[in-house]
């Protein structure tokens, strides 16, 4: 990837990305740890559908997804604890890659893949009810009505998340803005494939208990801003469905 040009996969008809993939130019040894690490991690741009356990070189227990992981803090750290799992980053912002990466090569983790891309291109490839969990942790608010439409969740996106997510999978969202919660909430709940529980809450203002903090999570903390934690999970396919 480099960081001055725009090196998205560009599938024809790929969905339009609204953020940032550059920021500031990266230094030297960021440069050196995104084009050592990178090609070791990144997952090739697929041409069928496949099982993404298939990504590990060991047999993981089960395959684990954060869209959008920034600074990779929060990624790196759940691989770090769940050696079992194996974890699939996907994210679009160069520098935030490349953070992961150092995250990832210091803590020598060995159970990350990345998706250098939107994930938005990744999830169609990814085979059917194989994935345990999803985070999409303070995802970007796009606050004006008029961008309801970039939120990344929505219905579609939602019925993507379906598909690959299996039988009694969780999802989990955070946000410090509360507008994205409500959003967020409303979706889930008109969404037909997601459900919330009693225990644990759909939404609360604790993070679960197996939780790392992010840096947007932690810049809002630092600001008084509360933040506001959603766990759905995946309802079972109808046998008449998966057959
Ligand atoms: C507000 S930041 C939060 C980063 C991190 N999760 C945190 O809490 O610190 C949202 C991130 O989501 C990424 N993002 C947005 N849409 C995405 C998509 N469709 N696929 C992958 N990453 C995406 C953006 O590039 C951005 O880095």
Redesign the pocket.
Known sequence: LSDREDESTGRPGAPR?F??RHGKKLRTSQRQTLDEGLPRLRIAAPERIFDPRSLFDFPVEQVWLE?????GE?LAAQAAANPQVGLIG????VN?IASLLRHVASRAVGNVRLWPD???QLLPFVAEASVARVFL????PWPKQRHAERR?VGAANLDALARVMMDGAELRVASDDANYIAWSLEQLRAHPDFAERQDPPGVSDQPPDDWFA????QKARKVGRPCQYLRFWRTARSKAKSA
């Open positions: 990305f953020g940032r869209i959008g992981f920034g600074g929060h996907s994210e679009v912002f935030g939107d994930v938005r942790l303070f995802p970007d990344f992010t840096r947007y999570e």
